[in-house]
């Protein structure tokens, strides 16, 4: 089954510890993308990698950090400085060339910082 | 003003009734739109994607974009209970690789 798969589903860190979320696929997607839920929001971009080593910034990147080593994988760092990481977070793919190029989900991370 | 405004709801209706949900934006360099419905703790589910103005439809569900307006509805027929979720339009300037714009989401509840 082609899919995106995000580990763990819930997972609670002590504040001042960096965490790493990770987010792998297997629909030979080139993009992956990292957004942010917030209760009664909607996604926020936090980052996004259109080729194996390389990303770019996406609207609220300040306190989270990612690498692109392989295609299939795109794990997001969320460090202590980032002030309220307490979120749902969401992993995402899409292709960039032959169509289509709708985003999918995985199922999604929910952190709780205490 | 945000880019793009949603009426978070909650919307509640019976078994069967006709669901209009929508969604306005304010950057004219949008060409593509999408909902998606995302059920309590899951990821979103992509369940529209068009492009620039027009009609798509897609069994139950029909998507809808004004441009000249920026306003974009997704319609929803004989709703069923499993409808009950929330939904999210996004939008996009660019075709593909480009960051998703989204609304807050719309609460929706059918009850049998």
């Known amino acids: 089954d082609g899919g995106i798969t995000q580990s763990p589903k819930y997972l609670f860190r002590k504040e001042g510890q960096n965490v790493t979320l990770s987010c792998e696929q297997n629909l030979n997607h080139d993009a992956m993308y990292w957004y942010r839920q917030d209760p009664g929001q909607g996604l926020r971009l936090i980052y996004y990698?259109?080729?194996?080593?390389?990303?770019q910034k996406g609207d609220i990147a300040e306190g989270y950090s990612v690498s692109r080593e392989k295609k299939e994988s795109f794990p997001l760092t969320v460090t202590s400085a980032q002030k309220n990481p307490t979120a749902f977070y969401l992993c995402?793919?899409?292709?960039?060339?032959?169509?289509?190029?709708?985003?999918?989900f995985g199922p999604g991370t929910r952190l709780t910082v205490t | 003003q945000k880019e793009v405004e949603q009426d978070p709801g909650p919307l509640s209706v019976p078994e069967g009734a006709i669901v209009s949900l929508n969604c306005t934006y304010s950057?004219?360099?949008?060409?593509?739109f999408m909902w998606y419905r995302q059920y309590s703790r899951k990821g979103p589910e992509l369940l529209m994607y068009t492009y620039s103005s027009g009609n798509k439809e897609d069994g139950r569900f029909t998507a809808q974009v004004d441009k000249s307006s920026k306003y974009i509805s997704l319609f929803i027929r004989d709703s069923q209970p499993s409808d009950s979720a929330t939904y999210l339009c996004?939008?996009?300037?660019?075709?593909?690789?480009?960051?998703?714009?989204f609304g807050k989401g719309t609460t929706l509840s059918v009850s049998s």
């Open positions: 950057n004219s360099a949008f060409q593509y």
């Open positions: 996004a939008m996009s300037a660019g075709q593909a690789g480009t960051a998703l714009i």
């Open positions: 990698s259109q080729i194996v080593n390389d990303f």
């Open positions: 995402a793919s899409s292709r960039l060339a032959g169509g289509p190029y709708e985003q999918y």
